[in-house]
């Protein structure tokens, strides 16, 4: 399809409708309630001019003022910084390590991490092990919870860039 023009200072996200990396910048924008479009991307499909935009062909690719932001984390801290006015990434040193460190924990494609449970639960024959990995995996994130969020009673960073795949757990059933 051909590249659809961009009208000037608003952001675009290239996206996917399913994809969970993408839903993470798309609820940032909403939560900051941030003038943008969406432009959904065939990921098996990708059209030449996306791949100019971002050879990797990953999303999200968020677009403002001939700007590409790329990589699904940083896409959403590039709109906390920009768009936030109570910041969801505190500010505060130790805090926001934290925070970080939970997103590593959860985002990295290895044992004992939540993507690697859920990438294993596809195939596997046997659940009843893997529900004692979920258990594991969640432990970390159920004792860092403050009360409704890892922020208390308001959202956090962190909040927003797990609850893609918490939202997708049902199906895992």
């Given at each position: ?15 996917m409708r399913f ?88 985002n990295k494609a ?64």
């Amino acid at each position: 399809s051909p590249y659809p023009p961009l009208a000037p200072n608003k952001v675009r996200v290239y996206s996917m409708r399913f994809c969970p990396y993408a839903q993470r910048a798309r609820m940032i924008l909403k939560y900051y309630n941030v003038p943008h479009e969406i432009v959904n991307i065939n990921l098996k499909d990708k059209p030449a001019w996306f791949l100019q935009k971002n050879a990797s062909g990953t999303v999200p690719v968020l677009e403002h003022n001939e700007r590409i932001i790329t990589e699904s984390v940083i896409c959403c801290e590039y709109l906390d910084e920009r768009y936030g006015q109570n910041k969801l990434l505190t500010r505060e040193s130790y805090t926001r390590a934290k925070q970080k460190m939970m997103i590593e924990k959860f985002n990295k494609a290895r044992k004992g991490s939540i993507n690697y449970t859920i990438c294993k639960s596809i195939s596997v024959e046997d659940f009843r092990d893997l529900k004692q990995q979920f258990e594991e995996v969640l432990q970390p994130f159920e004792e860092s919870l403050q009360n409704k969020f890892f922020g208390g009673d308001e959202p956090y960073f962190l909040d927003f860039l797990i609850w893609p795949w918490f939202e997708r757990f049902p199906a895992l059933e």
